[in-house]
């Protein structure tokens, strides 16, 4: 085949940018993500420079620069402090850390108290390959997140950014491109798992019109922020994965549907874009080929269901966020009734490394039915909170254990809350399952976007479970019967168990709306909503049971069923919870035992807060 | 021709074609499933899951966006498709205002008629309590709003957008706080509602209805110091049959006017012959202005929500509205002005004058400062089919009964009015002979027939004597948009625009039998009109001698005269109101 001889070597900015990046001289690598910068980050990297960095010589005319970088991924630990040459990072730093790191640079020592300690060792970790947080993932599509400065083109080119989109220009082969996507097994990540190759060529069937590519960046669910962090940490790796997209199925212009409560993101994405349309790698005649893609910014409006294509759609068309029936395929019409592509964030993400690898390369990692790599939101009651990207195949027990380094405060394991309000509960059993598309939806849970929320035995999985449903309620876009009428009666239900009103009848019918809501509900969303009742009734039936025949929360979370009581024997009558009492529900005498009335208690806990004896305690 | 492909409804086998969803398919085999968003005008919604079908294979499938394929097996009642829908039913009936009987759509309402079919007898959801009911609106002279009887199926929603390009209503809030609202949780007679009545027509339960003058109009009739009298406009007579079991297009004229009687009114009048006054009016106005290239293209005036949409969104058009009032307020105008000198006992004090239309805007209408005290009522058409059922008057078995005089004749040209096109074609026949003295020798102008989905822009260039004039014809008000917009960019090149608001003409209007659930019921009404005109003796509104009578004896002898638009003619004003500025 012909090759393409294109005006813009990408070798060679590539070597240039390299070159920039050498004269920065010691790289700090300051977190600069959204959470990083809540604790701080930008006064820290103000204190570097106020220090000399950037400009100073140090001795053996060394230079020293600090880079505000995109999220690493140990959101826990943060803020965070990378310095690559020494392979060392410092977590929890804050502002008055800042000059005794800056001197220790310069003297090449080490300070012991901001190196991360390892939970299960109880060591402190030298050496960044030692942190079982990062020994164990394989970061492909977060790559380069945390490691450069994504406000800066260059740092993405030196990093090797629109390496592939040359490659595919210059083969200018499209079917080869959709090949190798459907080859390297790639499935979406945003959800649903559908066949990346497969969609782009029912896509590709349709083209000779204009055609769009569209990237649903509209990441809603509780917890979860891969999406976020590609798009804020990396955003030319996302903007290169739509161009070859784009390259492929024929389109030339696309959209990024960003949530609005993702400045930053749409900040950094923005600048992307002009700074790739600068150097013509993006725009008309992309590096003097035929190939033009413009790519526009759509804010959301704070809608979750606008994360479902179909409503995604019509919001970019300025209609209401309201899912359409799906007879006829967006490949066929879909934005603006004109074929239309459209992938995850993190899909995406994925595809510049499968065209420079090979698909191979990408095939040979994960499951039988899902390759690649996967990126979670780690939450709840894990030690090491954050972001990661695990191999498929790898284990719940390994994340939770080995990444997260196990459940805080030494409690015990109780569920994994995975996919969001479309996913549902896994339990103990679940633990050495797979992360894998089908044996998730086997279970009754769905990888869905990635968040996975750790719970231990604290935690009241009926009120895990009204929560998730009240978010579906509240965001249901109201269009079908099914999932606005049927939603508002499961949570009605749900929030009657957790008062303890419940009634055995209760459970069944939780179950029949479930299924109904599932089978006859308009969309995905919809489709999934009643996930998190129905895997947790199939898992933790007792725990319902308990709160609806023994009026009694096994967690000790749902406070209508709390009774709080004060012991006599240690009461010493000292009037404190009294005093703090706000229903004045406690009666007694100085120096008496004092008694709770329990008609005027409205079980908000602050006498036990309050009682410097212990002797106040729940039933 | 396309191919025949079979599928299997109920393991039977049955063929389809071109049928665009498994609903057309089980509709065209003699089958049925309950539905309350599909609405065959309508674009496709989905959303009120009630017609859901189980496919073997592939599960539940709501068969309003399913495609058809070869081969597919479908079931229309399983176990599990019958378990989901009564769930539905129950679920929309806990939310609903359960106040069925004293509902101004009971008897009409298809989640009633469903609740009833699926033997919904207990719901075992809580009952949507009296407090948390939502305001209903009355503010419109047509219609009212009662949000707690809404199912959300979006139906009112995609009519005003599809039909009037005019979203007055949408959607806000999310999850079980969604609602219909007009803009800005306004009432309806704050923002631009048009009046024209299709959200009610497609509403499939009470949450939109009719403002009832029933009542109203009873005790007038029971007034023995009244005279009630009552005209009867052109596509009433096609289409309120079917309150009775008659076909959709059966002319029921002559047993309207005995109904009426029965119900007591005094005298009995066609609106067909002040649309033949219309006619003669407004054709001797189109040849002024054509003659003097003014104010053209002429735009008809006879349909309320159309004047009322020039009125608020484009007023600077209004000198192109024609000055003529609409039938009804020709009518109306003519008894107040001479039914005296032919019936000497009725008088200013004593008369009544109440209309039976095809519309809810007519209601609107009447309330125009410019026609105040000329009609006093307004009953739509479902209206009227209320009280004849009302008073026990078995419909069927009525006799043919003929108008009062003399202002029951009429020509075809009259009739013609209740389809879209049809005002347009009685004019051009006037107005050729107004401008030739010669008659036109064919009067069909078949170019301007049709009220499909289609048909809703129509073109015909009329050669008069070697003057070749375009007059266009459109209906609903989306349509209309763009020959406004033709208009403003000095594109349009017709003399004269019909509009009418509705999609089809009056034979679809808001005031109708409900008619939504199947496209074809309007063109068979319409059918019913041309058929009248066909059977008519005259077929020209100026050779209607009641007309020529009234021009003699009233009108000062001649089409256009003096005292003729004095009495007839009417104006218009500026409406426009910007509705964002208080937001």
């Known amino acids: ?619 | 021709m396309s191919d025949k492909k079979t599928l299997f409804i109920d393991n039977l086998e049955v063929e389809f074609t071109d049928e665009k969803t498994v609903l057309e398919v089980i509709r065209n085999n003699g089958f049925n499933v309950p539905t309350f968003c599909d609405r065959p005008d309508l674009t496709q919604f989905g959303a009120c899951r009630m017609c859901i079908v189980e496919q073997e294979g592939r599960g539940i499938q709501a068969s309003c966006t399913m495609l058809p394929r070869a081969g597919i097996k479908i079931h229309l009642n399983s176990a599990k498709v019958r378990k989901i829908r009564k769930t539905i039913l129950e679920l929309l009936l806990a939310n609903h205002k359960r106040e069925c009987l004293t509902c101004e759509k009971s008897g009409n309402c298809e989640l009633q008629k469903y609740a009833a079919e699926y033997g919904i007898t207990d719901i075992r959801f809580p009952k949507l309590e009296e407090k948390n009911y939502l305001e209903t609106d009355t503010s419109s002279p047509s219609l009212v709003r009662d949000p707690s009887k809404c199912i959300l199926c979006g139906a009112c929603v995609r009519a005003c957008t599809e039909f009037q390009g005019h979203s007055v209503l949408g959607f806000v809030n999310r999850g079980s706080n969604t609602q219909v609202q007009p803009m800005n949780g306004r009432k309806l007679s704050e923002v631009d509602c048009v009046y024209c009545g299709q959200c009610q027509a497609v509403c499939p339960t009470g949450a939109i209805s009719i403002k009832s003058d029933i009542e109203k109009v009873w005790s007038e009739i029971n007034n023995p110091e009244k005279k009630v009298v009552v005209q009867v406009a052109p596509s009433v007579r096609v289409a309120l049959g079917e309150e009775f079991n008659l076909e959709p297009g059966e002319n029921t004229i002559g047993k309207i006017y005995s109904a009426a009687r029965k119900l007591g009114f005094d005298l009995v009048f066609d609106t067909n012959f002040s649309a033949d006054l219309t006619i003669t009016e407004e054709a001797a106005e189109f040849v002024q202005r054509f003659m003097n290239k003014k104010n053209l293209p002429l735009f008809t005036s006879c349909c309320p929500a159309w004047v009322r949409y020039v009125e608020t969104q484009h007023p600077e058009l209004i000198n192109h509205l024609s000055s003529c009032k609409s039938p009804q307020g020709m009518m109306s105008a003519v008894l107040r002005g001479f039914l005296g000198k032919y019936y000497p006992e009725y008088n200013k004090n004593n008369t009544v004058i109440v209309s039976v239309m095809p519309c809810t805007a007519k209601k609107y209408e009447i309330t125009r400062e410019q026609m105040a005290g000329e009609t006093d009522y307004v009953l739509t058409t479902q209206e009227f089919a209320k009280m004849i059922k009302n008073a026990g008057i078995e419909f069927k078995q009525l006799k043919d009964e003929k108008a009062d005089s003399p202002f029951g004749l009429y020509s075809g040209a009259g009739t013609i009015f209740g389809a879209s096109g049809g005002v347009a074609e009685a004019a051009i026949r006037t107005a050729y002979n107004i401008i030739t003295g010669e008659e036109l020798s064919n009067v069909n102008i078949t170019e301007l027939r049709g009220v499909g989905a289609n048909s809703r822009t129509k073109d015909t260039v009329i050669d008069i004597k070697g003057t070749k004039v375009k007059v266009r014809v459109v209906s609903t008000l989306k349509e209309a948009e763009k020959s406004i917009k033709e208009l403003k960019e000095g594109k349009a090149d017709f003399g004269m625009l019909e509009v009418m608001a509705c999609p089809g003409g009056c034979v679809n209007g808001g005031g109708q039998p409900v008619s939504c659930l199947n496209s074809l019921i309007k063109a068979k009404r319409a059918a019913g009109l041309y058929k009248e005109d066909e059977d008519l003796p005259l077929r020209k509104s100026h050779q209607n001698p009641d007309i020529l009578k009234l021009y003699t004896e009233c009108l000062g002898g001649k089409f256009g005269s003096e005292q003729a638009h004095h009495l007839l003619h009417t104006e218009y004003t500026n409406k426009f109101v910007n509705s964002y500025k208080d937001i």
């Open chain 1, 1 to 619: 085949m012909e090759m393409i001889k294109l005006n813009v070597d990408i070798k060679e900015e590539q070597r240039k940018a390299q070159e920039k990046i050498k004269q920065q001289g010691r790289r700090i690598l300051v977190c600069a993500s959204t959470g990083c910068i809540a604790n701080g980050a930008l006064e820290i990297i103000e204190k570097f420079k106020k220090l000399g960095a950037d400009v100073s010589v140090l001795n053996n005319a060394e230079k020293m620069s600090v880079i505000p970088t995109g999220c690493i991924g140990f959101c826990e630990q943060g803020v965070l402090v990378v310095i690559p040459d020494r392979k060392l990072t410092y977590v929890h730093v804050t502002e008055a850390d800042v000059e005794e790191i800056y001197n220790s640079l310069k003297t090449d020592t080490i300070i012991e108290r901001l190196l991360y300690v390892d939970p299960a060792l109880n060591k402190r970790i030298v050496n960044n390959e030692e942190m079982n947080f990062y020994a164990k993932q394989t970061r492909t599509a977060l790559k380069n997140c945390g490691h450069i400065n994504p406000e800066s083109i260059d740092e993405a080119i030196a990093a090797g950014a629109y390496s592939a989109l040359s490659k595919v220009l210059q083969e200018n082969n499209p079917e080869g491109v959709i090949k190798e996507i459907e080859d390297s097994g790639l499935r979406g990540r945003g959800g649903g798992g559908f066949a990346t190759g497969k969609k782009w060529r029912s896509v590709y069937q349709h083209r000779g019109g204009k055609s769009y590519v569209i990237c649903n960046g509209d990441e809603g669910d509780p917890g979860a922020f891969m999406d976020r962090s590609v798009m804020e940490d990396d955003p030319n790796k996302l903007l290169e994965g739509m161009a070859i997209a784009a390259f492929a199925v024929g389109a030339d212009e696309g959209y990024i549907y960003v949530r609005a409560e993702y400045p930053l993101a749409i900040k950094r994405l923005k600048m992307a874009i002009k700074a790739a349309e600068e150097r013509n790698l993006l725009g008309k005649n992309i590096m003097g080929s035929e190939f033009s893609f413009t790519i526009h910014i759509k804010e959301g409006a704070g809608a979750f269901v606008c994360g479902e294509s179909s409503a995604l759609i019509a919001s970019i068309e300025g209609e209401r966020g309201m899912p359409r029936p799906k007879n006829i395929h967006m490949a066929e019409k879909g934005l603006f009734k004109r074929p239309t592509l459209l992938n995850n964030v993190e899909t995406f993400a994925n595809v510049p490394l499968i065209i420079l690898n090979g698909s191979q390369w990408f095939n040979k990692m994960g499951t039988e039915t899902s390759k690649g790599t996967k990126t979670f939101a780690l939450t709840g009651e894990v030690n090491n909170t954050g972001l990661i990207e695990v191999p498929m195949n790898t284990t719940l027990r390994e994340i939770v254990y080995d990444l997260g380094g196990g459940i805080r405060n030494g409690k015990k394991f109780k569920a994994v809350q995975i996919g969001g309000p479309s996913g549902g509960c896994l339990t103990e059993e679940h633990l050495d399952m797979p992360m894998d598309y089908d044996q998730l939806t086997k279970v009754g849970a769905m990888v869905g976007s990635g968040g996975l929320v750790v719970m231990n035995e604290d935690t009241c999985i009926v009120e895990v479970a009204r929560f998730f449903m009240n978010f579906t309620q509240h965001e249901s876009c109201g269009k079908c019967t099914p999932c606005r009428e049927g939603t508002k009666q499961m949570l009605a239900i749900l929030e009657r168990i957790v008062k303890g009103q419940g009634k055995m009848e209760d459970l069944d019918m939780l179950e029949e709306l479930g299924r109904v809501i599932k089978e006859g509900s308009l969309c995905g969303l919809g489709k999934s909503a009643p996930n998190p009742v129905l895997s947790t009734l199939r898992y933790f039936r007792d725990e319902y049971i308990a709160h609806i025949r023994d009026k009694k929360c096994p967690a000790g979370v749902c406070s209508a069923l709390k009774r709080y009581e004060i012991q006599e024997d240690k009461c010493k009558g000292c009037t404190k919870c009294a005093r703090n009492c706000p229903a004045g529900a406690i009666e007694g005498t100085i120096k008496e035992p004092h008694k709770i009335n329990q008609e005027k208690c409205i079980k908000c806990g602050a006498c036990m807060e309050n009682c410097p004896f212990n002797a106040i305690v729940t039933k």
